[in-house]
């Protein structure tokens, strides 16, 4: 079992920027691929970035590759987010799961989600 729990979001002015955390536990095994997703009210959840642990390879939606960063430590996947803008505003959501999904929706575990709002 492995439990997720994100934290980071908040409200921001255009142009600036966030940095989310995703605080993992349990089985290591379960959680070697690690992605971020968001969805907005009335939209489609999204895959942000991934990265594999194993070798920390990661992996982009590529039209946000350019403003947003995904790394890891230990326990912990980040996403780092700059010069954001107001279509950002979502729910951002950290996915776990033992295979490389990549962004894939398939994950199998995920947190609660931490609010992001743009304006």
């Known amino acids: 079992h492995v439990q997720l729990v994100e934290s980071g979001g908040g409200s921001v002015q255009a142009e600036g920027s966030l940095r989310l955390a995703c605080a993992a536990s349990?089985?290591?095994?379960?959680?070697?691929?690690m992605a971020w997703f968001r969805q907005a009210p009335g939209k489609e959840r999204e895959g942000i970035a991934g990265i594999w642990l194993r070798d920390s390879s990661t992996y982009y939606n590529i039209s946000m590759a350019d403003r947003f960063t995904v790394s890891r430590d230990k326990t912990t996947v980040y996403l780092q987010m700059l010069n954001l803008k107001p279509e950002d505003s979502a729910m951002y959501y950290c996915?776990?799961?033992?295979?490389?999904?990549?962004?894939?929706?398939?994950?199998?575990?995920w947190g609660q989600g931490t609010q992001v709002t743009v304006s």
């Open positions: 349990g089985d290591i095994y379960s959680r070697r691929c």
């Open positions: 996915a776990a799961d033992t295979v490389n999904l990549q962004m894939s929706r398939w994950y199998t575990y």
